[in-house]
Structure formats: structure tokens, C-alpha cells
């Protein structure tokens, strides 16, 4: 078990750019979420799967933002178009079922400049 | 809806002291789970505990503890004899069935700053 691994750790880009951020779950995790936490506030809910299926995207994410997880292994986020407002760390988690063992990663500091 | 409130921006203690970290939340729902994460400079977000609703027996990991109390809505943390090690942001969390029973609902976060 090496915990929720996620890639790249930071990344700078210029506005108008697109970015692709990978989460690796813990492996035996059914449940996969991406929250953005950006600075000085807690996390905020993005979306969530459930094995291969998006069962909820927040309100938070406009139709620049998609999430994908093929297979229900890996997943990734997409932000097409970046704004300024994008810079965030965006972090994923994932868990059983049960909510057992909610563990997030170390997060992807995104910066748009 | 739910809510979580934590009062205390930041903190800032001597290495040995005892600390509270305040935790208040609101929810509808009879069940429901607490959770308290801390975030060291690093950003990761490092599980602490997590609470059903129906558990109310407080807990206690070596320098850790907890305080859940239903009658007031809140989930008190105390460290103590505090180490510099400790700094870090800590975030109290609910989730709760109304809507989702998967979505962390987090607090603002407390800093706690330990000194030598």
C-alpha cells in the first residue's frame, strides 16, 4: 500500500494553456474524489467516482474541467483553457465503500500565470 | 445543510503546552461522520480520526485526543504536550448522509504554530 500517489506535484502554466493532473488511488479503493483547496480555506468537493462511473460533479466544476477514470484504476483531471482563477492545489482522495480509509494524496499545486 | 465551523484562525503555543483545536458543525441527519486531517507545509493532508455519530466515547492516541460531544455539535481536539512537529494546519471535516454520504464538508482550518 503506498498510499494515493498523484502527478506532477507542481506545475506552472500560462493562461489559455490546457493541463492534465494524474491520481493513483490506493488500489483496493472503489471510491475516487478530487477536491481543490485553494489558499487559506479547506478542500472543496469536485467530483466523484465510484469504480469507472462519475456519479457527481460539484457545481464548482464549469464545462472547462472534465474527470476521467478508465478502467476504475487511475483517474485524471483536465483544464482546458486555464484561468487565473484555476490556481488552486488540487488534491484527490479515495476510499472503500465504507469511507474506510479516506486518504487523500499530496496534492498538485497548480499555478496559472 | 451541512457546516463546519472552526473558530480559531490560528494558534500559536510553546513547545509542552497543552492546545485545543475547536471543531463545531451542523447537520440535519442523525448519522453522520467527523473527521479531523492535518496539513503539515508539505500540503498532503494526513488522517487523524474519524468519528461515527453514534460513537460518542472520546479517544485517545499517545499525545492525542479527542472530545465528541452531540449535545453542543462539536468535536474538540486537544495536543498535548505540544512539539514543533505539530505545526501545521489542522482541518476538522463532516460527512453526512443529506445529499451525498461521501463529501468531506471541511472546516477553514486552524494553524497551529508550535515554537521552541
Known amino acids: 500500500d503506498t498510499g494515493v500517489s498523484q502527478d506532477p506535484r507542481h506545475k506552472i502554466t500560462k493562461r489559455g494553456q490546457n493541463v492534465t493532473f494524474r491520481c493513483d488511488p490506493i488500489s483496493e479503493h472503489n471510491r475516487l474524489y478530487w477536491y481543490r483547496q485553494t489558499l487559506g480555506q479547506g478542500p472543496e468537493f469536485l467530483t466523484y467516482?465510484?469504480?469507472?462511473?462519475?456519479?457527481?460533479k460539484s457545481r464548482l466544476l464549469s464545462d472547462r474541467f472534465s474527470a476521467e477514470r478508465p478502467k476504475g484504476s487511475f483517474s485524471t483531471l483536465e483544464i482546458q483553457r486555464t484561468e487565473q482563477g484555476d490556481s488552486a492545489m488540487y488534491l484527490c482522495?479515495?476510499?472503500?465503500?465504507?469511507?474506510?480509509?479516506?486518504?487523500f494524496g499530496s496534492g498538485t499545486r497548480l499555478t496559472v500565470v | 445543510a451541512q457546516k463546519v465551523t472552526q473558530a480559531q484562525t490560528e494558534i500559536s503555543v510553546v513547545e509542552k503546552e497543552d492546545v485545543t483545536l475547536d471543531c463545531v458543525y451542523e447537520?440535519?441527519?442523525?448519522?453522520?461522520?467527523l473527521f479531523w486531517y492535518k496539513q503539515p507545509p508539505s500540503g498532503e493532508l494526513v488522517f487523524l480520526i474519524r468519528?461515527?455519530?453514534?460513537?460518542?466515547q472520546n479517544e485517545i492516541s499517545g499525545r492525542y485526543s479527542w472530545n465528541f460531544q452531540k449535545s453542543t455539535s462539536s468535536f474538540n481536539f486537544t495536543i498535548t504536550a505540544s512539539q514543533v512537529v505539530d505545526s501545521a494546519v489542522y482541518f476538522c471535516a463532516l460527512i453526512d448522509s443529506g445529499g451525498s454520504n461521501y463529501k468531506l464538508t471541511f472546516g477553514k482550518g486552524t494553524l497551529l504554530t508550535v515554537n521552541p
Open positions: 467516482f465510484q469504480n469507472e462511473a462519475q456519479l457527481e
Open positions: 468519528r461515527n455519530s453514534f460513537d460518542e
Open positions: 447537520t440535519r441527519d442523525t448519522t453522520y461522520y
Open positions: 482522495a479515495s476510499s472503500l465503500l465504507t469511507l474506510e480509509g479516506y486518504t
